[in-house]
């Protein structure tokens, strides 16, 4: 389940996963399943088991046997279709009750799974835009993710597929702003000056919540110098953010 406030204390962490599991064979091995022994494995995303799903309201948890055949990615898109989402089990009660729908002699996909892909950038979105069936996860070197236009869903492909990319870059702003010193005793055309000066400028910055890679620069006068007096005797320039 993504919401969070649906797992109390370390419920979010309860498994039950049969002796020497989860594996991960071969490394394809990224959902998992439910035997009727209570127990849990792990196997390819893309194989075809039932599914159990689960209808959540409030507190009250109640789930449901799938009776088709479906691979894992498939069985999520059903259930959050009919029902809340493919069942979560938070603790041993939980999952005697899940055992006691799932008919003897199968397995059934259940709600965790192993969710490896990274974004390179190192961001944390946990966003998922998966192409029906996706990601199948058919061979261990299939570890890389494409976008398929025009839909915009994604497929997991081999790294090494040689195809188009598509680059990005943060925005970037630049704002000249000025400023106005009044009479001091240090020389402000100083260089250790103005570095003080901007060290502490982008430092007020951060903490007043200005995020992102700050640059911060003097503008030269065309007589050279960045700081000039004013009319009233006090010193002025234009720093360049």
Known sequence: MPDTDFYKNNEATFRNWEPGQPDNWLGNEHC???HETGLWNNDRCGSKFNAICSDVTGLNVTFVF???FMTWTEAQSYCRAH??????????SENQRVTEVLPAGQSAWIGLFRDSWKW??????TFRNWNPGQPD????????AAGLFPSGAWE????????????YRAPT??????????????????DDVMDAMLKQLKQTLKDQGVAGDLALSWRK?????????????NKETKPSV
């Open 83 to 92: 029902h809340t989402d493919l069942a979560s089990v938070r603790n041993m």
């Open 173 to 190: 702003y630049k704002q000249v702003v000025r400023l106005r010193l009044e009479k001091n005793s240090l020389d402000l055309n100083d």
């Open 66 to 68: 799938i009776n088709n």
């Open 137 to 144: 996860l058919s061979t261990g070197s299939k570890v890389c």
């Open 32 to 34: 998992a399943k439910l």
């Open 221 to 233: 006068q065309p007589e050279g110098e960045v700081f000039h007096k004013d009319e009233e005797g």
């Open 120 to 125: 390179t950038d190192g961001s944390n979105s």
């Open 156 to 167: 997991d492909w081999n790294c090494d597929r040689k195809t188009a990319f598509i680059c």
